[in-house]
């Protein structure tokens, strides 16, 4: 469905109405069309802005704001600032961020924060692996280039902790696994299955991407402090740990193999506890003493062996998906 040139049907909540300025239509003449998407939640003071800066520095793009419950004029803003307009009925970053994947067509796909931390002007630096097509998804880091105060220390702390473990069960080398400016292409924004509804969907799309082998390039660029008076919608334990229960989450279904011997390795180690004591005792007495230390150790001994199975059999059924996928991708191009 393409959302570049019109109105998509009667009962859409997209809006095309844009107060005297007309939709571009991108990539028509100069090469492929852009899509900014903005999710925005109570960002009156700075969605005008961001827009404006966006079709300044991308003249050509097309510019999506999805709002799925301001209370503030920021719908209203974003329209009058030649925005495009969709409203999301679920709430959270992760919904609206879905329904911009499966709404939006276009080549490539801008994904920016509405309260004007990320500038407009690192997005021609960013876009350029997608065109040159070395990297299906650029992110833009920010730790190196970040505005004192637009982290707080636990923000920070909290990065660098999901960020570690991330890396630690991906194999990977990534700085920012969190930041909300990326740039896309059309073969990642359409085939990956978003589940995310908040603020996991950053940590989803890096994992997506590296559990289904997309390349990913990272970009440091200039992170922002929030306008004085705009409010953050993150909560950090909430928040955080709704992203790590998704690192968890694909540790388990993309990387069998180190998540279930890692929880083998802890059962048996467990196990082996009150395990020692139970096979002193026996080669000293030639019987079994501590029936309760035995039977624990022998409980946590067999759970051991089963989760290294479990590990066997998901890999195992995670290749035949691979296969599948593969075979279904060349069965499209022919
Ligand atoms: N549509 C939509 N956008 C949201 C929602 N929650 C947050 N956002 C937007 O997502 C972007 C990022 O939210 P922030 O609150 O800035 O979160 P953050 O950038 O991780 O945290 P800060 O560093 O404190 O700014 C902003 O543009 C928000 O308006 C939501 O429920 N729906
Ligand atoms: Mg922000």
Redesign the pocket.
Known sequence: MDLRASKKDENSSYFSEQRGVEMKVSGTKSGPSIAVL??????ESTIGKVVADFRTCLPNADIYV????STDKSAEIALASGACLLK?KR???GN?IRRMFEEIDSDVYIMV???D?YPAEEAAKLIQPIINEEADMVVATRLEHADKGS?TAS?RFGNKLLRSVLNLCFNANLSDI?S?YRVMNRDFVKTIPITSRG?EIEAELTLQALSKGFVIKEIPAEYRS?HKGSE???RTFTDGYAILMTIIAFTRDFRPMFFFPMLSLLSFISGLIPGIRVIKAYLKTGQVHYISSAILAASLMTLSIFFFITGFFIHTVNRRFNEISIMLKHTKRQ
């Open positions: 903005i999710p925005c939640l109570n960002e999805c709002d799925n419950g999301e709430r959270g970053k609206a924060d509405g309260d931390t982290f923000h969190l909300g603020f929030r953050s919608k993150i």
